[in-house]
């Protein structure tokens, strides 16, 4: 609407890019090899703000690590392929950055057995990328219980929980909920949130969005959904926790999907 990249919709812009990326190197595929694909597990959305408007062009520049732990006996504790994609103004110099993006993905066989999932090792084709251990400063060291947001001494907190079920149509073709589906579920709630305490909703620029995904949900599950946000100044940030619950309402001990989001309150015109 003002000409700047949505910070939610980059899942969609880069995710294409990822596979062009991927496919001369691994053919990946639940039918293929030994079934393993990368899953999203931990992804980060970023924005900054840039005039981008329609027909803008962009350049992508991608990077590419393998980050994997091992058992004492060599084989795969836990391995993911991190792909990182830039966004730039392609046809000025220097090119400015208006996006960014860091996908998590995990290692794993979703239709294989429970307990046989995790490949005991790397595919074939991507033992050509040089194994990294993960540091402190990665996504993945972070723990999910971390997601949640803490009173201010010069802001407002606000919590709410409110139940949610899926349905077939948000689901993706490993019959989990599609990231962009979360996504739009938690802005929205969070939203709402501000605009029921009185904040003007028509404020809100999501410029940067966590997410990680613990146990994914498929269609015909409930949630119970944790709700923080934050009101400062002239910003704000979020956080949104997902929980396995039933039909009788009694939810998961562990947190399944988590959100994170900060941004700009934006002025607003008067009319």
Known sequence: ?????????????????????????????????????????????????????????????????????????????????????????????????????????????????????????????????????????????????????????????LNDTRPLVFHMDQSDLYRHINTNKYMDRAIDSLALLYHKSGGDAGRLRFHEITIYFRKPFVPGQGAEVELDFVEQTNQFQGAVRFYHCDKEGVRSEKISMAMETRGPLIEVESK
């Open 1 to 157: 609407m003002d000409a700047e990249l949505i910070t939610s919709s980059l899942s969609s812009t880069i995710g294409p890019g990822l596979r062009n990326v991927l496919n001369p190197h691994w053919k990946y595929g639940t039918n293929r090899g030994d079934g393993t694909v990368p899953i999203n597990n931990i992804l980060k959305f970023e924005t900054f703000g840039q005039h981008c408007p329609l027909r803008t062009n962009l350049r992508q520049e991608y990077q590419v690590r393998l980050v994997t732990t091992r058992n004492e006996d060599g084989t795969l504790k836990r391995g993911h392929l991190v792909m990182t994609c830039e966004l730039f103004k392609k046809d000025i110099d220097p090119k400015p950055l208006v996006g960014r993006a860091e996908f998590w993905m995990a290692l794993t066989r979703p239709f294989a057995l429970p307990g046989e999932r995790t490949p005991v090792d790397v595919p074939a084709d991507l033992a050509v990328l040089n194994e990294h251990e993960p540091t402190e400063k990665d996504l993945v060291s972070r723990d999910i219980e971390s997601y949640r947001c803490q009173a201010p001494s010069d802001g407002t907190l």
